[in-house]
């Protein structure tokens, strides 16, 4: 495989623009990116400067609600999409260190998740890694890998985890996940993370800098963001910042949310349960 920048550099993508999978692989301090991208991410950091911290507590709530889905909800099978590059602890490592078995299929449209992927995966066979776009549900829910990799008639969690973000409203993201919640089964779960507009300065800025970098990043009022659940009860704590937000132990001792940093008052991440 080729290494960005390296002398073999020619990975068979467009690497002159910057996508949203590499430049947050940049913000998270991986080397699955290119100089377009560092440029990108560097545009995020001149806004909000703590916007790699932003990435990493997002890695974190994932890996948070992926352990409650597993031992809290008995959930052994992960429809992750938008699931960006491997980095330190995937969702199937959350899983599978919990429960061997769980499977997990990873879907993104930017290809080179693809193509590291199935690198990383080679010997798992729990995992899969598919090219698909949210924007088209129906060529997920139809793909024979994801179809053969994943049981329908059983529950599974369905993750939207830092993906909402780089759709705007008008293109009614929510009605794509609708379309794939609705053919999971009942007890099945719908687990999001999103940009939060709480009307502070350096949420906007993380908007400003997604806007001029990627031409995407939206920042949305919770009650917005709450829509994006379908009308599903939440999991306690409910929607909350990612630094607020525990679903193994809901009553946790956290901080006031006017006394978090600045930084941490960006992202919210929210778990909700099909009937
Ligand atoms: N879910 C991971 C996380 O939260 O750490 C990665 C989040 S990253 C900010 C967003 C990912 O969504 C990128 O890998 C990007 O390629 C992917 N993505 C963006 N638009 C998409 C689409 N229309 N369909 C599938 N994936 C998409």
Redesign the pocket.
Known sequence: MATPDGPDSNPGFDTSQP???RV?DALLGGKDNFAADREGAALYLKYVPDAGRCAIE??EA?VKGVHYLVREAGIDQFL??????PTQKNTHEAAQEINPNARVAY????PI?LAHGRALLATNNSTIVVT????DPQSILSNEEVRTHLDFSRPMALMI???HM?FHDDEKPDEWVRTIMDTLAPGSYLFI?DFVDTGEPLQKGMERAGLESLGNGWIRTPERIEQHFLGMPLVPPGLDFLARWFPEDPDADVPAAEDLEPYQRILMAGLAKKA
């Open positions: 996508t949203i999978a947050y997002n890695r994932l992750d999409i938008g699931s960006g590059l879907v993104d449209n930017d998740v698909a776009d949210l924007r985890v830092g993906i780089h993370t």
